[in-house]
């Protein structure tokens, strides 16, 4: 071998030794990897949270990582023991800041739902709010709302030990939600009547909850489709306060003292309501909590229109809003006045501080459904050598809109009965049954066939991250 291809042979030794290395150190701390994903999907990295990037295929994670799914997308993340996450549209994961160590996954569901299923020699899940050994092959459902965490059990068994030191042994079809300060227990219908309940007995002193229809977590909003109201509402507040005077306005004024809950029949209409919680022997002067109960007379069947709404504003000077239920709005914008010969005519429009200066044709100019998206906007024309007023124009969500559109079941179907129950819901809404999350396709579209309860109302409920919670309500006939 010449000295010169000696020397090329050491150099590429040497640089193959080095890219095997390098490779291995991206390897070091990994606690999985992006395997599949549809969809808009980026990562962010622990030293630098919430500066994200697009996800590509084969991304590692380390402790501190987070991954965010778009309100479409779906992604599987392969873990390092053999376990999976599914993360549904718009979920935000991000594994917790240590190492969980062999048959350990550390990671919290700050947003939307996943799922995770365990390897076949099963593990340990761990969050902020509490852990979950599972037997091999069990799958469970995690689902955020605000400050709670839900842990649904869909296949397997689960033990499960919240922070505040209370454990629970979970089957298929249970569920747990955890709080920094409490927890709830959902069992399945076949333990109930079996000595287990779904809240612990009252012990000497203590007073047993309320029962309800509907359940409020105190500090949320929600809005109640029932089509046969008054609907009765629980108001849970054990997570703050142990006693609270809660006063609902709206309607006739009403205070209502309760321990850890109160439970009251509402009519149609909407209700704010502040808990108070106790002080001794009164009622501390400032609410602690706070929110709003819409009740409609409403069975969720309509649907919203199939056109986008439009509306034509004259820049007057007044202020306008306009409101759209699942399609933006198209919008014309209109000088009512403007000089007859003018032909610079030109529109300016603000948004968030950045102006836009549009060249008009005419005295109006039209905006297609969704080129002007929610919020708030001020426009006027000028030309000729004059200018129109100045209008403040408020595209916002209608708050009446059509959330789900349930088709079935309609009436009073017999308790206990299957039924299918089929609806719609708008973009960016996901939808469960009783608590348990109903998969939806790419339209919204979701059918499943339940059991109707013996008792109580079967529920609907639709959530979205920015715009609340909807409950639709159907009642079983004897």
């Given at each position: 071998m010449t000295p010169l291809r000696l020397i090329l042979f050491l150099v590429t030794l040497l640089w193959v030794a080095a890219t095997n290395l390098a490779c291995e150190k991206c390897a070091v701390g990994s606690v999985g990897a992006l395997k599949e994903k549809q969809g808009g999907v980026d990562r962010d990295f622990a030293p630098e949270r919430e500066k994200w990037h697009v996800a590509e295929i084969g991304t590692r994670f380390r402790?501190?990582?987070?991954?965010m799914t778009a309100p479409r997308a779906t992604a599987l993340i392969a873990l390092r023991d053999g376990s999976v996450v599914e993360l549904e549209g718009g979920t935000l994961l991000r594994f917790l800041p240590r190492d969980?160590?062999?048959?350990?996954?550390?990671?919290?569901?700050?947003?939307?739902?996943?799922?995770?299923?365990v390897a076949p020699q099963g593990g340990t899940l761990t969050t902020s709010l509490g852990t979950a050994r599972l037997k091999g092959?069990?799958?469970?459902t995690l689902e955020r709302f605000q400050d709670t965490l839900s842990l649904s059990v869909e296949r397997g068994a689960a033990?499960?030990?919240?922070?505040?030191?209370?454990?629970?042994?979970?089957?298929?079809?249970?569920?747990?939600?955890?709080?920094?300060?409490?927890?709830?227990?959902?069992?399945?219908?076949?333990?109930?009547?079996?000595?287990?309940?779904?809240h612990p007995s009252p012990g000497p002193g203590e007073t047993s909850l309320p029962s309800g229809e509907v359940d409020v977590v105190a500090g949320t909003s929600l809005v109640i489709h029932d089509p046969e109201p008054p609907v009765k509402v629980r108001l849970l507040f054990g997570a703050i306060c142990d006693e609270a005077t809660v006063r609902l306005s709206g309607g006739s004024p009403l205070e209502v003292r309760g321990r850890r809950a109160i439970a009251e029949a509402l009519p149609?209409?909407?209700?704010?309501?502040?808990?108070?919680?106790?002080e001794g022997s009164a009622a501390s002067p400032e609410p602690t909590q706070s929110g709003t109960i819409t009740v409609l007379a409403d069975a969720g069947a309509i649907a919203p229109p199939s056109?986008?709404?439009?509306?034509l504003i004259e820049l007057n000077g007044r202020q306008y809003t306009v409101l759209y239920q699942?399609?933006?709005?198209?919008?014309?914008?209109r000088w009512p006045d403007a000089p007859a010969d003018a032909t610079d005519l030109k529109l300016h429009l603000s948004n968030l501080g950045r102006t836009r200066t549009l060249s008009a044709s005419s005295s109006s100019y039209g905006f297609a459904s969704g080129a002007l998206a929610e919020g708030t906007y001020q426009a006027y024309f000028t030309g000729g050598g004059s200018s129109s007023a100045k209008s403040v124009i408020a595209i916002?969500?209608?708050?009446?809109?059509?959330?789900v559109t349930l088709s079935s079941p309609m009436g009073n179907p017999v308790s206990g009965s299957a039924v299918t129950v089929e609806g719609s819901a708008l973009p960016g809404w996901t939808v469960a049954l009783e608590g348990q999350p109903l998969g939806q396709d790419d339209k919204g579209h979701f059918s499943v066939t339940h059991k109707m309860p013996e008792a109580g109302p079967l529920t609907v409920e639709a959530s979205h991250p920015e715009r609340g919670r909807h409950v639709y309500l159907r009642r079983p006939s004897r």
């Open positions: 402790p501190g990582d987070g991954l969980g160590g062999a048959g350990e996954s550390a990671f919290d569901v700050l947003l939307g739902v996943a799922a995770f299923e092959g069990s799958r469970v033990d499960v030990a919240a922070i505040d030191g209370s454990s629970f042994e979970l089957e298929a079809g249970e569920r747990v939600v955890l709080a920094e300060n409490s927890v709830k227990i959902e069992l399945a219908e076949r333990r109930r009547g079996q000595g287990t309940e779904a149609q209409g909407t209700y704010s309501y502040a808990v108070h919680c106790s056109q986008a709404p439009s509306a699942d399609q933006l709005p198209q919008v014309t914008l916002a969500f209608d708050p009446a809109a059509p959330i």
